[in-house]
Each structure stands twice: as C-alpha cells, then as structure tokens.
C-alpha cells in the first residue's frame, strides 16, 4: 500500500489534514564521519550527541525513547484514575489499578512495613520438613518463584493445538551461567557484588553475620552447580534438543528422587500422564543432586530466592540493594528510575491488559490499524517474491515456505477479546507483597488450567502498550502492539520511505523470524517438524554459519566479542527485514521514481530509517551483560554488520572497495 493513496483516497481528496511528507531529521545525522566508514554513526551520531545517557540509564536509545513515551502516556492515564467514579467500586479494573499503582508509591507505609510482608514466607520456609520437598517447592513454585526447576503449561511443540506440562531449568540468580564459570575480572567484580546482595537479603530479614556468611556459602554453592549442568545460550536456540516428551511413569523412574505426584497435586494439576522434559541433562544432575544436600542448605537457598523475588515490593532497603547489584554493578546506572516508573510497572505488566485498554482507547486511532493491516501484507508479498527467487533453494521446499508465509495470523494493536481480571482481588488493607503474590497465584493456576483445554490461539503474549513485536512459532503468528506503532518507527506524517525503512524492517524482520534457524523449524501449522528437503536444509546452515562468523569477528569490548551463534535468529531476521521492506517499498513505487527530499534519495531515507531505528548511547557494563544474555546484537551491530551483506545499500552511498563498509560481493551472506 502506497501510504499517500491511504491518506487521500482514489479521488485525491485529503482524509487527513497533513502537510507534505517529512524527510529524515538531520541532526540525528553526523556528517563528519563517512558513512562508507561507519555508517552507524554517520547516521546516528546526531542522535547520539542530543541524546546523552542520564544516569538512571544504562542504554538509551529510540527505541527506549518510544518506551518513555509510552511511560508519560501510561502514567498520566494511571493517576487520572483516581477521579474516575469506577475506581471507587471494589473489583473494577479501575480500582484495582489505580490501588496498586498508589500502594507502590506509598514508600512511608513501604518503609514503615520494611521486612514484615515477607517474613511469612522465612518463617514457613525455616519451619519446613525438607524431607517434603515438594511439598515445599508446590508452594514456591504457586506464585513464589521457580527454585531447583520450572514448570508450566504451554504448547506441544510437535501437535500445536494441544498444551501439555513443560519442567524446565532453575533460573540463576545473576541470570546467565558463565557468570559462575568464567573467571576473569569482571566476574570476579560481579561476583563480590552478589555476595554483598545475597548477604544483604538476608540481613535484612534478621540474619546475623556468621548466618548471612552461610547463607551466601549456599547459595553459592548451589548455583554454580546449576550453571555447570544449565544448558548453553547456543543450546537453548534448539528445539529439537528442547522437546523430549516422558510419560510420568518415565519420570517417576529416571527422576525418582523427588515426589512428582506429591507436587502436581498441591498444585492442583489432577491426572497428569505426560511432560515434556525441557533438559534432560539438567534433569539428570538434579536428581542425583537433591539427595546430597542437607535441609539448612536447601532451607537458606529457598530463603534467599524467596526474599530477593520479592524485594522488588518490599522497603527501599531492599530496592536499594537490588538497584546495587542489577543496576550499577552489572549494568553500570548511577541512579534508580523515580518511583513512579517502578510503581506503574506492577499493575502495568500484571493488569496488562486493562491498562492496555485504556491506552488504545486514548493513544491508538482506527487509521494505525488499518495502514498497518495493508503494509503487512505488501510485506508478505514481497517475502513471497524472495522465496521465489532464492537460488539456494528447492522448487519443493520453496512450494512448503509459501504455504507457510499464507497461513501467517497477523495480530495488530490490541487483542479482539480483552483478558478477565475478575478474579484477582486489589486489597489496600493488605500489603503491596501480600497483593502482588495473591496475583501471582492467580496466574500461575491459570496457567495450570490450561492444561486440559485446547491452545487459544486468539491469546497476545504482550500487552498492547509493549514497544515490541513477535513471531511465535507454535501459533505462526505476528503481533505488532500499538506501543510499537508510533514515530519515529511508525508515522503517518512521514514519507513511504521511511515507514518502510523503520516500521516496515520490523515487519519483515518478524516475518523473517518464522524462516531464522529456529522458525523454520516448524510447519506451518506451528508443529516443530522438517519440511525441508535435505540439501536445502544444509544450504541454509552453509549460509547461517557464514553469517554467524561475520559477527563473531566482531569485538564489542577489549579481548570480548559478539557471539554470532546466540544472536542468529535475530541477524537472520534483521538482514531478511531489510531486504524485503525494501522491495515492498519498491513495489509500493509501482514503477515510479521516489522524490528526493532534503537531498536525500529515497533509498538513502529507507537506511538512514533503518539505522535511526538502533540509535543509542550504551555503557560499558550493560554492553558485557547484553552480550551475555541479550539475543539480540548491539545496535551498532544490526546496523554495520547487516548493511554489508546489502548491494542496494553500496549503491546509496557509493560505498565502494576500500571502505570500511563495504564487503566484496563473494564474501557477502545473503539468506532471505
């Protein structure tokens, strides 16, 4: 769809009052670096300049921008609610958010309150006979948190259309395995850092030094086993290595050293005669591991988990700790985000969706959703031409990938049937941990209860307010939230060119996605199951380890790179974004030449869109910790590495042999 035939219709007559198209803004640009040199900076340095990082941030970039955005929106339509008549009525989505979000910026009653909310829970962990662990771990794992082993239900992988219970990995502590594993300085920095919070935790709800030493000893102890016997990063990107169904007499007799029956039915979940094992390793190891551990081990571990989930709840001496360690230690912020940002995150994410209702009442015109239905499907189109022109390909796997790309499910804005909250009780008289955990069993049973029910395939997994976007494989869907959907990634005011370059790369980077090393695993229908023949399967990996090498030879810090196995899906799907947007751009031109506004081309405008996408200032600490945890590369990454596979970008801005930019046609990595 031509965005200018949108807005003024077949007869020529303005739908919407706007002034001619806008151009790129160009003191985002840096015109004293050559964008054959580094393009990133050429065309973000501007941006980069005006935007310096404040201290309560450890990146910041347009993309956080949208979300700040999203934020003052939320906010101002959060504490209006307060004079809204429903938000007096006991069980209204008014009232309920409107009390959560009072009860978060009440820190006089938070501080007052200090560690009593969570003492309830020390004080049945410390009384527990570890010997009914999973009596104990039932009641962690209903809304607590997920210590020694997840478990939830969710997709059959391989029959979509069924859930089935999935017992996964234990979460760490400081989020990645190789904090534990590698040794060298800036572990060993966050490492002392984790001691001083584990400790810290701890003190804070009564433990005296010689207990708080033992405690951390544990701790530690604990999870560094768990790191060792933790899946990769590379590892969790298979799925194939991710589903291994057992029925439960299996895992009675592999895992026999824990009372599985025991635990599901203090859950609530009756009758269960099968369960995915999502590591079997991991599994292994732990039931070879319970046995050696003594119950004030297992009892300071469940203590620690238990006080540091909910710390985010609690007093500011907790807060504090917490921002201590996550906040200026691992990721390198000066200061916390004011309270009201932190207290508008609770009702924001568990009442996501009456929020989200009232955002896209307010924030979200009917003429968003309509443009975006229509370039959605240019960009299936012109997906449709790649596949068809791929010279690697298979005219039979070609004929399956086709099949695919139709059955798309497009998901935009906001969901058609808005979640029931009616079931969870806001309660001021009770504390702020005591509501939020009331909430959190909620929905863990409500996510147990899925079990016996067909997949809903309608459900969003983000709220409508998200500045994100999804491709789920099982469902073969995407969703692009009305939080994604404004400027500068989104705006009727600008020209076609940058729409495509900024919004439109979004969408056929989620497109794309169903094609990435993962997606293009699943059919379909959503069942993991090859459809590839062979040698296009193997042509594909040729493709998919050349590109995983490009920025695997990246250095994102002294003697650090970037890890191009972890971050392919996403390379994948940025590079087939790009490349797709544009001949939907193209096709949207139907023959005609784009205008140059501002002395800019058209095709200068689509990459200039591109890379003001990933503009952003980031500290030294949160680029370690990405490059650990993030599957996504560094923006400067998605823009420089990315473009060098590009020929239409070369001819842009002459970018020729001899620049740093350019790459030499038989070294380029072209996939979709």
């Known amino acids: 769809m031509n965005i200018r035939k949108f807005l003024f219709g077949a007869a020529g007559l303005p739908l919407m009052a706007l002034a001619a198209p806008h151009g790129i803004d160009k003191s985002n640009l840096d015109t004293s670096v050559n964008p054959g040199e580094n393009f990133y900076l050429y065309a973000c340095g501007g941006w980069q300049k005006k935007n310096p990082l404040t201290p309560e941030y450890s990146r910041f970039g347009t993309f956080d921008q949208l979300r700040e955005n999203a934020r003052v929106q939320l906010q101002d339509l959060i504490t209006k609610l307060s004079d809204n008549p429903e938000a007096a009525v006991k069980g209204t989505n008014a009232q309920k958010v409107s009390d959560l979000y009072t009860m978060g910026m009440d820190s006089v009653r938070l501080n007052k309150e200090g560690a009593a909310p969570v003492m309830p829970f020390v004080e049945k962990i410390n009384s527990a006979d570890t010997k009914e662990l999973a009596s104990l771990l039932a009641w962690m794992h209903n809304g607590i948190t997920g210590s020694f082993f997840n478990t939830g239900v969710g997709t059959d992988s391989k029959n979509s259309v069924r859930n089935i219970m999935h017992i996964g990995e234990v979460g760490l502590g400081l989020g990645d395995r190789d904090y534990y594993l590698e040794e060298n300085e800036t572990n060993a920095k966050i490492l002392k850092a984790y001691e001083k919070y584990v400790k810290r935790m701890v003190e804070l709800v009564g433990y005296d030094e010689a207990a708080q030493q033992r405690v951390w000893d544990n701790v530690i102890s604990l999870e560094t086993e768990f790191a060792k016997n933790k899946m990769t990063r590379e590892e969790r990107r298979n799925p194939q290595l991710r589903y291994n169904i057992r029925s439960m007499e299996q895992i009675r007799k592999d895992y026999g050293n824990f009372d599985w029956d025991r635990y599901f039915a203090e859950l609530g979940v009756e009758n269960l005669s099968e369960a995915n094992i999502v590591s079997t390793r991991f599994m292994d190891f732990l039931n070879s591991y319970l046995p050696t551990l003594s119950p004030q081990q297992i009892k300071d571990y469940l203590v620690f988990e238990a006080v540091s989930d909910s710390s985010g709840v609690l007093s500011d001496d907790f807060q504090d700790a917490n921002f201590e360690l996550f906040g200026k230690v691992m990721s390198g912020k000066e200061e916390q985000e004011p309270r009201w940002k932190r207290a508008m995150a609770i009702p924001n994410s568990m009442l996501g969706e009456a929020v989200g209702e009232l955002y896209v009442n307010k924030y979200f015109p009917n003429e968003n959703k309509e443009y975006m239905v229509g370039l959605v499907e240019n960009l299936r189109k012109a997906l449709g031409k790649h596949i068809d022109n791929l010279t690697w390909m298979s005219d039979e796997t070609k004929g399956k990938a086709r099949e695919k790309l139709a059955t798309f499910t497009v998901k935009i804005g906001y969901p058609d049937k808005w979640k029931d909250y009616s079931a969870i009780t806001i309660d001021p008289s009770k504390s702020y941990l005591e509501n939020v955990y009331n909430a959190s069993v909620w929905y863990t049973q409500d996510n147990y209860q899925k079990l016996t029910k067909p997949v809903d395939k309608t459900e969003w997994h983000m709220t409508p307010q998200t500045v994100n976007a999804y491709y789920n494989p099982t469902t073969n869907e995407i969703c692009f939230p009305a939080g994604i959907l404004q400027a500068p990634y989104f705006d009727l005011s600008a020209d076609d060119a940058q729409n495509y370059g900024a919004i439109g790369v979004v969408i056929g980077h989620e497109m794309t996605h169903g094609f990435?090393?993962?997606?293009?695993?699943?059919?379909?229908?959503?069942?993991?199951?090859?459809?590839?023949?062979?040698?296009?399967?193997?042509?594909?990996?040729?493709?998919?380890?050349?590109?995983?090498?490009?920025?695997?030879?990246?250095?994102?810090?002294?003697?650090?790179?970037?890890?191009?196995?972890?971050?392919?899906?996403?390379?994948?799907?940025?590079?087939?974004?790009?490349?797709?947007?544009?001949?939907?751009?193209?096709?949207?031109?139907?023959?005609?030449?784009?205008?140059?506004?501002?002395?800019?081309?058209?095709l200068q405008r689509f990459y200039l869109a591109y890379a003001n996408v990933w503009a952003g200032n980031i500290r030294p600490e949160e680029i370690l910790s990405r490059t650990k945890t993030d599957p996504h590369s560094l923006g400067e990454n998605r823009v420089n590495v990315t473009l060098r596979n590009i020929e239409p970008f070369f001819e842009a801005f002459g970018i020729k042999e001899g620049d740093k930019m350019f790459r030499p046609e038989e070294e380029r990595i072209v996939i979709w």
């Open 516 to 602: 990435d090393d993962q997606g293009r695993q699943y059919d379909k229908d959503g069942n993991l199951q090859n459809w590839w023949l062979e040698e296009d399967a193997e042509r594909f990996n040729k493709l998919a380890d050349g590109l995983v090498a490009q920025f695997d030879a990246v250095e994102v810090a002294p003697d650090v790179h970037a890890n191009g196995r972890f971050t392919l899906g996403e390379n994948i799907a940025d590079q087939g974004g790009l490349r797709v947007a544009l001949t939907a751009y193209l096709d949207s031109l139907e023959g005609k030449e784009g205008e140059v506004i501002d002395g800019l081309t058209p």
